[in-house]
């Protein structure tokens, strides 16, 4: 499955999930779960259907819209969604029900993992600061045009 999420990072956050097929068509959902938490779920099952999830998980910019005052998503401990437009089929519904359900579930070790990861981007890009790469010299092989034999 491949779903395009923008997360609204506002207290309380929520996420608006999407779904385009290559006709036009699709689905929008929005969550009341963070799925930036979500980032490390790639795989999962749930009765008995297997899903590979790909998101693509980016935070609303300050140039697009204010977020709508969506009601009725949950609490943070136990979010909730609703269709927004499209409809979802059986199997994406599936998979939300499984993922808020592991969010809620293990929100902590969620926050606790998205926590360590963001310790440990700022713990690479400020070493990179301190110990920048040394430069190399390209080095550029030229080979002489191709002429193809004369007969």
């Known amino acids: 499955m491949f779903w395009s999420i923008t997360v609204y990072p506002d207290t309380p956050p929520c996420s608006v ?3 385009r097929a290559p006709d036009g068509t699709g689905w929008r959902v929005v969550s009341g779960a963070d799925f ?3 980032r490390a ?3 999962f099952t749930t009765a008995g259907a297997q ?3 790909f998101p693509s998980i980016g935070e609303a910019s300050s140039d697009e819209p204010a977020r709508p005052a969506w009601g009725g998503l949950g609490t943070e401990t136990a979010p909730a969604y609703r269709v927004l437009s499209g ?3 059986a199997e994406a519904l599936a998979a ?3 993922l808020h359900a592991h969010y809620a579930a293990h929100l902590a070790d969620l926050r606790a993992a998205e926590a360590a990861r963001l ?3 700022e713990r690479r890009e400020r070493e990179l600061r301190e110990n920048p790469p040394k430069r190399r010299d390209t080095i550029v092989r030229v080979s ?3 002429v193809p034999a004369q007969r």
């Open 17 to 19: 999930i999407e779904q």
């Open 36 to 38: 930036r938490l979500l």
């Open 41 to 43: 779920v790639a795989n």
């Open 51 to 53: 899903f590979h999830w």
């Open 87 to 89: 409809q979802p089929p």
């Open 96 to 98: 939300l029900d499984h």
């Open 119 to 121: 310790a440990e981007d």
């Open 144 to 146: 002489p045009p191709y």
